[in-house]
């Protein structure tokens, strides 16, 4: 499965954005999906999964609240609405398929990422 991650940007603390992932291939519907983040100097961190019908769904303590998962599958894409940003949520967000858990060894396909800045 291929991964295109899009919707990063700069934004200032308090404002939003919706993440994008749209995945090629098949058998998108049967997949868990993720949102992990990495910013500079820091080990890529968990954010958020979903699980294959898109009725689970997990979060990272930082970002409860705050952002939401989903995903269609009939459009093969799974999304990250982010709101309330602060300038901690400054990183590269990746997608990441085929799995399901926090941990980044979890999953076996990933995007080239999406950079996302928060200004303070």
């Known amino acids: 499965v291929q991964l295109q991650a899009s919707g990063g940007g700069l934004v200032q603390a308090g404002g939003s954005l919706r993440l994008s992932c749209a995945a090629s291939?098949?058998?998108?519907?049967?997949?868990?999906m993720a949102w992990f983040r990495q910013a500079p100097g820091k080990e890529r961190e968990f954010v958020a999964a979903i699980n294959w019908s898109g009725r689970s769904t997990y979060y990272a303590d930082s970002v409860k609240g705050r952002f939401t998962i989903s995903r269609d599958n009939a459009k093969n894409t799974v999304y990250l609405q982010m709101n309330s940003l602060k300038p901690e949520d400054t990183g590269i967000y990746y997608c990441?398929?085929?799995?399901?858990?926090?941990?980044?060894?979890?999953?076996?396909?990933w995007g080239q990422g999406t950079q996302v800045t928060v200004s303070s």
């Open positions: 990441a398929g085929r799995g399901l858990g926090q941990r980044a060894v979890d999953y076996d396909d």
């Open positions: 291939g098949r058998f998108f519907s049967s997949y868990g």
